[in-house]
């Protein structure tokens, strides 16, 4: 995601190093010259989505629409096989929609978004819960955690490599409110609403509460098959492709993916193209609009195609959203803020439209902790979109774009101590998490494409190839990046990452 505002501030900026990082990360560098040759960039992922679904749990999705009442009836079934290595006793779902209950725990309650989001007044959403079975049983659940965004439900052991199948029946109350999850004026924007299981991590559930800032969400790839019924007129810009049939209903498939996604308005117009072999579909209230987003898809597509790999799956979809934010991004989809759209600022939709389209390769091809290491995904798609205007403009567009996107920020004075390798809970407002983690973020790729022969871009290539589909920790950046770089660049990432900045 992308918060909408950047504070630029020509402060001069001293950093604080431990003293012995500083001196590492120069050894590492002296050391990086001495080495012979350069490493050749690996080819890009080649594994499309349609393999890496094999073996991966299997959505089968019903939706249905009411737009008098604003809900969404859920019907939701997985074919899951335990993977975990471990028996499992329990399995936990992810019910985003459930923090909108209140105005304590909506996220979109945040002061500096309130008014913005709520334009009438806070509105509630959530779950209603009808039915969870496990392989044709009831199965008893409950709720974990404080804002009843993490359900819990007691399963019968489950031995590693076994498989089960689980149902869910609720409905979702979608809450007025204008942000990645809510119907703004008469447009449904559905972000997380589908439950999905949470990922399993060393040995228990994630359970994160939806923070405010960023984007809590972290959840391994899965198969789709959803239907879709909703009133006539209205049209779904969605993470499949969706053909409608003979009856009425919207279906489409998407796998290996980590979340399914879908807006429809009844004001939505259409462009399609292709880039490649991929169908690009671009929706927004006027035809202007779309096709110039379109446009700018299709180049950013097109662009890290060639730096970072094939983009992984059969379609891409851009759509206006009526939210504060810059854009949202989901696998197959992002929303962009219909601000962008603005005759006057097609400089900026180009940018947002490059750096969302960027999460395709960094969050939603190579999945990492968007929770507590918001960098890995934030930062690798600020770098990427600096990297499509070099491509696309020229150097001189790059730095002026640098200046503002990174030089400015690393100036930026800032209390307290927020480093790029916070955790999301760590941020209270949008502008720091955006100068931190987007910004300073970014500065550790651009010191890498200085350090590195293959450049920053080849390292990307090299990682997204490794995790394509998969979950990236940390640790897993840190050691691919040394291997690429053949010596421990860990010290680098210590400055860059975790420093405190006066
Ligand atoms: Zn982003």
Redesign the pocket.
């Given at each position: 995601?992308?918060g909408k505002r950047c504070i630029l501030s020509l402060f001069p900026a001293r950093r604080r190093l431990a003293g012995v990082c500083a001196a590492a990360a120069i050894l590492a560098i002296l050391l990086f010259a001495l080495l012979p040759g350069r490493t050749a960039p690996q080819q890009g992922t080649g594994l499309r989505a349609a393999e890496a679904g094999e073996n991966l749990p299997d959505y089968t999705v019903t939706l249905r629409l009411d737009d008098q009442e604003d809900t969404l009836a859920i019907s939701e079934t997985v074919l899951l096989r335990n993977d975990t290595g471990e028996t499992l006793s329990s399995l936990m779902v992810r019910t985003w929609l459930n923090a909108f209950q209140s105005e304590e725990t909506s996220p979109a309650a945040l002061e500096e978004l309130y008014d913005a989001c709520y334009p009438e007044g806070f509105s509630p959403g959530g779950l209603t819960i009808y039915d969870v079975l496990w392989n044709g049983e009831r199965a008893a659940y409950a709720y974990v955690n404080e804002d009843q965004t993490a359900l819990e439900m007691q399963i019968p052991a489950l031995e590693n490599g076994q498989q089960g199948e689980l149902t869910l029946r609720c409905v979702a109350q979608i809450p007025a409110c204008c942000y990645r999850t809510g119907k703004a004026g008469r447009d449904y924007q559905l972000g997380n609403v589908l439950p999905l299981l949470s990922l399993y991590q060393d040995g228990a559930w994630r359970t994160d509460a939806y923070s405010a800032v960023g984007?809590p969400f972290v959840s391994a790839c899965a198969n789709f098959h959803v239907t879709l019924h909703a009133p006539e007129g209205y049209v779904p810009a969605c993470s499949a492709a969706l053909t409608k049939g003979a009856d009425g209903a919207w279906r489409g498939d998407l796998r290996a993916a980590r979340d399914f996604c879908l807006c429809l308005s009844p004001d939505y117009v259409t462009a399609s193209g292709r880039a490649g072999e991929t169908a690009v579909y671009s929706l927004s209230k006027t035809a202007q609009g779309a096709k110039r987003a379109l446009e700018y898809a299709k180049k950013a597509l097109e662009t890290y195609a060639s730096l970072y790999g094939a983009y992984p799956y059969p379609a891409f979809t851009v759509c206006e959203a009526n939210f504060p934010f810059?854009?949202?991004?989901y696998p197959g989809l992002c929303m962009i803020g219909a601000d962008n759209y603005r005759e006057d600022r097609a400089d900026t939709l180009e940018l947002v439209v490059a750096?969302?389209t960027?999460?395709q390769w960094f969050?939603a091809l190579v999945g990492s902790d968007q929770a507590l290491q918001p960098w890995q995904?934030?930062a690798l798609?600020?770098y990427a979109m600096l990297r499509y205007v070099r491509a696309r403009y020229g150097q001189g567009s790059y730095e002026t774009l640098k200046y503002y996107r990174v030089d400015a920020p690393m100036r930026e004075k800032l209390s307290g101590s927020l480093t790029p390798g916070s955790p999301i809970d760590y941020f209270g407002n949008l502008t720091d998490y955006r100068t931190v983690v987007?910004g300073r973020g970014a500065a550790l790729l651009l010191a890498l494409d200085e350090l590195l022969p293959g450049g920053a871009d080849g390292f990307l290539k090299a990682y997204g190839s490794e995790f394509a589909f998969r979950f990236a920790t940390r640790a897993d950046f840190e050691e691919s990046l040394n291997r690429y770089a053949k010596m421990d660049l860990s010290p680098l990432l210590l400055d860059y990452l975790d420093t405190v900045m006066d």
């Open positions: 995601m992308a984007d810059s854009g949202m991004e750096h969302e960027a999460h969050y995904d934030e798609c600020e987007y």
